[in-house]
């Protein structure tokens, strides 16, 4: 998710400087509503810069022109460029696997798997990684927690058998009974 915003962003802050090199009103409301509808995956780049051209043409014709350039060669560098490296750097796969990925995903299943295409990648490198340590014989000598990998059996791991101390607060509060 953190890999589709910070491709919205990109997108909101280039239109709003296009428009405003353009002279366009209302840029930030524009941008905003390009960066919001980057969010809706396959048509939302598309009725984002439609509302913006819209909005450039009632301003003036080149005005107009400029954006429609603009977010012809930005869904270019989009779809080709951020998508796959910013996507490969927040799921951890490569921009090849994430690109493979929305290709089949859009080719077998439609729409719906163009939604779900990198996270299934994700979740079969995973699988498919366990797969291959198990066959050269390199498991984990025990599960591990978090990104740092730190062991269960560690004094620093999260113990999941007590409650929370958030929650037991909750618990302590005035008018609560256990």
Partial sequence: MTGNLLISAIAGTLTYIVLWIMGVPYKGVVALFVAFAD?????GATLGAVVAIAVAALHSLPAAVVVLVFFVVY??????LLQPVIMS???QLSALTVTIAILLGVELLGFLEALLAIPVAGILHVIGRDLYDGYRGQLKPEPTIGQQEVPMSSPTAPDRSEPSPALDAQ???PGRSR
């Fill in 39 to 43: 969010l809706i995956p396959l048509v």
């Fill in 75 to 80: 869904q270019q560098a989009e779809n080709h």
């Fill in 89 to 91: 750097r927040t799921v």
């Fill in 171 to 173: 618990d302590r509060a």
